[in-house]
């Protein structure tokens, strides 16, 4: 068993053919981090300054949502279920409602067409490693 952290802005995993090989070896695979510690969900004028462009792609993030009329949760869950769709997803929670939630967003995303995924892709900014990794993020 092994987890993976794999969200819409980063696609290493998958580029290196990480994510087929656990497939084809039947690696018990589980998601997590979808929402890159809330920073996906949150607005981006308001969402803090962690890296040098972390802002600006954001904004491409949360204009593709709205222009696919798809919520930043939902379009989070469905690029997971995507690019692992053999996986599990491991979503936080602390409450009840949240958990509610979680699944509405589940069930949602699981109705998604896969071109609103293949299409992200094609414009999915490339961003360096102190964006795609919270650990390097210069937060105050």
Same mark, same amino acid.
């Given at each position: &068993?092994?987890?993976?952290?794999? =969200?819409? =802005?980063?696609?290493?995993?998958? &580029?290196? !053919?990480? $994510?087929?090989?656990?497939?084809?070896?039947?690696?018990?695979?589980?998601?997590?981090?979808?929402?890159?510690?809330? $920073? $996906?969900?949150?607005?981006? *004028?308001?969402?803090?300054?962690?890296?040098? !462009?972390?802002?600006?792609?954001?904004?491409?993030?949360?204009?593709? %949502?709205?222009?696919?009329?798809?919520?930043?949760?939902?379009?989070?869950? !469905?690029?997971?279920?995507?690019? %692992?769709?053999?996986?599990?997803?491991?979503?936080? %929670?602390?409450?009840?409602? *949240?958990? &509610?939630?979680?699944?509405?967003?589940?069930?949602?995303?699981?109705?998604?067409?896969?071109?609103? =995924?293949?299409?992200?892709?094609?414009? $999915?900014?490339?961003?360096?490693?102190?964006?795609?990794?919270?650990?390097?993020?210069?937060?105050?």
């Amino acid at each position: &068993r092994t987890e993976v952290i794999t =969200f819409c =802005f980063d696609q290493r995993w998958k &580029r290196e !053919g990480v $994510l087929d090989e656990l497939m084809k070896q039947n690696v018990m695979t589980s998601v997590r981090s979808v929402f890159l510690q809330g $920073l $996906l969900l949150m607005a981006a *004028q308001n969402s803090p300054p962690v890296a040098a !462009g972390s802002r600006e792609a954001l904004e491409v993030w949360e204009g593709y %949502c709205h222009s696919r009329g798809v919520s930043k949760a939902v379009m989070a869950v !469905g690029f997971a279920m995507y690019c %692992c769709p053999d996986a599990t997803l491991t979503i936080g %929670c602390e409450t009840i409602e *949240q958990l &509610r939630a979680n699944l509405s967003v589940y069930e949602d995303a699981s109705r998604l067409e896969v071109y609103h =995924f293949s299409e992200w892709e094609e414009v $999915l900014p490339d961003l360096d490693e102190d964006i795609l990794n919270p650990g390097m993020w210069k937060v105050s």
